[in-house]
């Protein structure tokens, strides 16, 4: 059974019903959990040492929220996935700032300077790293996201596109969906597009059985 590495935002993120697709679609989802307040890089060392434990030589990716940008990272650093979905993801967190409430505003002091700190969430962003990106990727989004913005999802595949015209990216935009992706309202579309790209990236069109 071909796995596939699940970063979630928080545990409530992915929901039992993906999970069961994913299971019945003949995936096998590992499941962690990203921690915005310990940090990107403690996020990624630690998303490291669990995939080091994957079976699987050339699993899938899903990226959730904040996991998004994990994730995003690994595709940047790493061309060991054959296949990403990002679902309500943060991709570069300088434009994020303002916009959603995602990116915590900073604590302003004496010394702050607004430079350096968007300097600073530019260094975290996966859109920075869009030459390094080579994994075919389906991009989820809610327009209505008020946590990260729609323009999160817009970025990362204009930027890939740009750079890589043929690249294989897909972006499904849910116009009434908010941050709650993969679940509520949309959660069956949001499941049906999931299954579709792994199986046709990872299964060669074919549902396990």
């Known amino acids: 059974m071909k ?5 979630e935002e928080n545990e409530a993120n992915c929901s039992c019903s993906l999970k069961e697709r994913l299971l019945s679609a003949g995936f096998q989802p590992v499941i962690i959990h990203a921690k915005p307040d310990v940090g990107l890089f403690k996020n990624l060392q630690y998303a490291h040492r669990c995939m080091s434990l994957l079976q699987t030589d050339a699993p899938g990716l899903i990226g959730i929220g904040y996991g998004g940008a994990v994730a995003g990272h690994l595709l940047a650093e790493s061309k060991h996935f054959c296949a990403a979905v990002l679902i309500g993801a943060l991709t570069n967190p300088a434009t994020a700032y303002g916009t959603g409430s995602g990116v915590v505003n900073p604590t302003v ?8 700190y968007l300097s600073q969430l530019t260094d975290e962003s996966v859109v920075q790293y869009c030459d390094e990106i080579h994994t075919p990727i389906l991009l989820l989004h809610g327009l ?8 999160q999802a817009e970025q ?45 990236k990872m299964n060669g069109g074919m549902v396990s059985a």
């Open 144 to 151: 209505r996201d008020e946590v990260y913005g729609f323009e």
């Open 109 to 116: 002091g004496e010394n702050f300077r607004m430079l350096k």
């Open 3 to 7: 796995e596939i590495f699940i970063i």
């Open 156 to 200: 990362l595949f204009t930027s890939i596109k740009e750079r890589h015209p043929t690249s294989d990216l897909r972006m499904v935009v849910f116009p009434k969906a908010g941050h709650e992706l993969p679940m509520g309202h949309y959660a069956a579309r949001c499941e049906d597009e999931v299954i579709r790209w792994f199986t046709m």
